[in-house]
């Protein structure tokens, strides 16, 4: 059963190596059971990254770096007044 394509945004150019694919799923060409085959190797694929800690996502957000950001907005929106 090919998927119904509802038109959200706009056609806009692709710029990806994936393009032809993304293009294919928007224009209906993919039933719901390829789209789900997909999304489950991609969930799988993901789970491996995880579990061997194949990334580069900081244990924590960089305090000192959003305090610095925060002073620099403040300051900003107090000059402009």
């Known amino acids: 059963m090919p ?3 509802v038109p959200v945004l706009p056609c806009r150019k692709i710029w ?3 393009r032809d694919e ?3 799923v928007r224009a209906g060409g ?4 390829r789209l789900v085959e997909w ?3 991609e969930d799988r694929s993901l789970g491996n990254l995880y579990r061997e800690k194949r990334y ?3 244990q ?3 305090r000192a770096a959003i ?3 925060c002073v620099e907005l403040t300051e900003m929106a107090l000059r402009d007044e």
């Open 56 to 58: 580069s996502i900081p």
């Open 3 to 5: 998927l119904a394509v």
């Open 22 to 24: 993304i293009l294919e």
């Open 16 to 18: 990806r190596d994936d």
């Open 39 to 41: 999304a489950e190797e």
């Open 67 to 69: 305090d610095n950001l």
């Open 60 to 62: 924590g957000p960089d």
């Open 30 to 33: 993919w039933t719901y059971e």
